[in-house]
């Protein structure tokens, strides 16, 4: 995916290279990221693994019963029905593969991604280049294995135009060609800096004016003597005073369920299609110890699949990041740093959540009973962060369709961007903002979602080509 390399491209133009911190392909956060199954540490095959330690840990470990069977198997498996639009993924991974993979892996890997339910998140629109391997193979394992001894692979075509166009205008900074080859990148004061650095620098045009804690209570089209307009009903949070705001163009980053209840309050098109897109609450708690010793394994951290037993993760966390290898450089103190992520999809009925205290005492507790970790940290950040991933459930490329034909009668004048419809990460929001804008200065989209209109179109490439 090309996405990465707008975000770098973003960074060169805010001046920040200077700012970013780089984790090596070959750190060891690059190369160890565990999963907890069923009460111990398992570290995934991947980058650094040799095939033998590959070989024993799946011969091995319970997690990873039943997956060489499942694997062996998928390529006898019956194709895709013809009129399986889209299914979640734990049905995807069940139907190829088996249960146990899509419960003790799969489920582990969407809940550091998506905090999400594997049993809800869509497989076409969150795996769509498995999806596309599997239909024109009828297997996946099949599909893997061609592109592995260089056969084709699948690329949206859209992400094929897009490396074409970057391939004319390289990204020249050497100190960005080193962070392309790097496994994470933030920067030196968090990833908030990016977007500090964004709005500073947005500031500095006399054309732009940004208004803090303030509602969009409305959006309609309007008729003016400056001809047809869109206008923003904007209310201030301190004196609840409304402003009407005119613009030629509105990009709506918001929530697409947020900007669907705002639409709803207007005699315009419903956008309703967008109301469907849930979010989840995760619990974020940072721990800081003065022993820099503590952690019995080093890598980026690990996840907790669905299936782990109860008693093991009765707080249900999703994962623990281990800061102090994943985040190298970004402060001195000598300690370690780790971050307990709880909740997401498990929290999804709650109608009140833990308190910090709670919160604090589960993150504390787990890591106990998970690494033994028995010293008191010496301090504690707890923050909830409610509604912040959207969930991709199954149907999501249809009702994406739609909304598109629906944002279609608002002539360009409503688009949308941000993390509710194409990605839920940094690079993809970065990506459908530069998409967004190019339609609408070169004439090319209209909506923002474009792509899902007719289906996702597919190149099928080769290396060599
Ligand atoms: C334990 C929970 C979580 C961890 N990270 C997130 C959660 C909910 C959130 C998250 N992680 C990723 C993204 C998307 C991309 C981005 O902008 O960073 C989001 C929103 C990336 C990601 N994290 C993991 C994987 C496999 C990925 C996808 C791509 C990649 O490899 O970078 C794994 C992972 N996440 C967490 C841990 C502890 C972990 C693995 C051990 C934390």
């Known amino acids: 995916m090309p996405n990465g390399l707008i975000t770098l491209d973003l960074v060169r133009n805010l001046g920040l290279e200077d700012r970013v911190l780089m984790t090596s392909k070959n750190s060891v956060a690059a190369q160890n990221r565990f999963i907890y199954y069923p009460d111990h540490l398992v570290r995934?095959?991947?980058?650094?693994?040799?095939?033998?330690?590959?070989?024993?840990s799946v011969l091995s470990e319970p997690i990873f019963k039943g997956t060489i069977s499942g694997a062996l198997s998928e390529v006898a498996k019956p194709r895709r029905p013809e009129d399986l639009q889209d299914e979640s993924i734990g049905s995807f991974f069940t139907r190829r593969f088996g249960s146990a993979l899509a419960d003790n892996v799969v489920s582990g890997v969407f809940h550091g991604i998506y905090a999400g339910d594997i049993y809800k998140l869509s497989a076409r629109a969150i795996l769509p280049s498995l999806w596309a391997i599997e239909w024109r193979n009828n297997s996946i394992m099949k599909g893997l294995l061609e592109e592995?001894?260089?056969g084709m692979r699948p690329i949206a075509t859209s992400d094929l135009d897009l490396i074409k166009t970057l391939q004319s205008q390289p990204i020249t900074s050497d100190k960005l060609e080193v962070a392309k080859k790097s496994s994470v990148y933030t920067f030196k004061g968090g990833i908030g800096e990016l977007a500090d650095k964004l709005e500073a620098k947005l500031d500095e045009s006399d054309n732009v004016l940004i208004l803090e804690n303030t509602d969009v209570g409305q959006i309609r089209i309007v008729s003016t003597a400056a001809g047809e307009k869109i206008q923003i009903n904007a209310k201030e949070a301190s004196n609840r005073e409304t402003t009407d705001y005119d613009f030629d163009h509105v990009v709506s980053t918001i929530p697409g369920n947020k900007l669907a209840s705002i639409a709803s309050r207007s005699p315009i098109t419903s956008l309703s299609p967008l109301s469907r897109t849930s979010a989840v609450t995760v619990m974020v708690v940072n721990l800081f110890f003065s022993n820099p010793k503590i952690l019995p394994v080093h890598g980026f951290g690990y996840l907790l699949p669905r299936s782990v037993p109860f008693e093991q993760n009765p707080e249900r966390a999703l994962g623990v990041v281990f800061d102090s290898d994943a985040s190298i450089g970004q402060d001195d103190v000598p300690g370690t740093k780790v971050t307990v992520m709880l909740g997401g999809h498990w929290w999804d009925d709650f109608d009140a959540y833990p308190?910090?205290?709670e919160g604090a005492s589960m993150a504390k507790a787990l890591l106990k009973r998970h690494l033994?970790?028995?010293?008191e940290p010496r301090a504690i950040r707890v923050s909830l962060q409610r509604s912040c991933i959207p969930q991709y459930g199954v149907g999501h490329e249809a009702r994406m369709e739609d909304a598109s034909l629906r944002l279609d009668s608002f002539k360009g004048r409503l688009r949308v961007a941000g993390n509710s419809y194409t990605g839920v990460?940094?690079?993809?929001?970065?990506?459908?903002?530069?998409?967004?804008?190019?339609?609408?200065?070169?004439?090319?989209?209209?909506?923002?979602?474009?792509?899902?209109?007719?289906?996702?179109?597919w190149s099928w490439i080769s290396e060599t080509s």
Do not use: H
Request: with cysteine; net charge negative; glycine share 20%.
């Open 372 to 375: 033994g970790v028995n010293e």
């Open 44 to 56: 995934m095959p991947g980058p650094g693994s040799s095939l033998l330690q590959t070989i024993l």
């Open 148 to 150: 592995a001894i260089g």
């Open 425 to 457: 990460g940094l690079n993809d929001c970065i990506r459908a903002a530069r998409d967004v804008v190019k339609g609408l200065v070169d004439g090319t989209g209209t909506t923002g979602l474009e792509s899902f209109v007719g289906g996702k179109k």
């Open 355 to 357: 308190d910090e205290d």
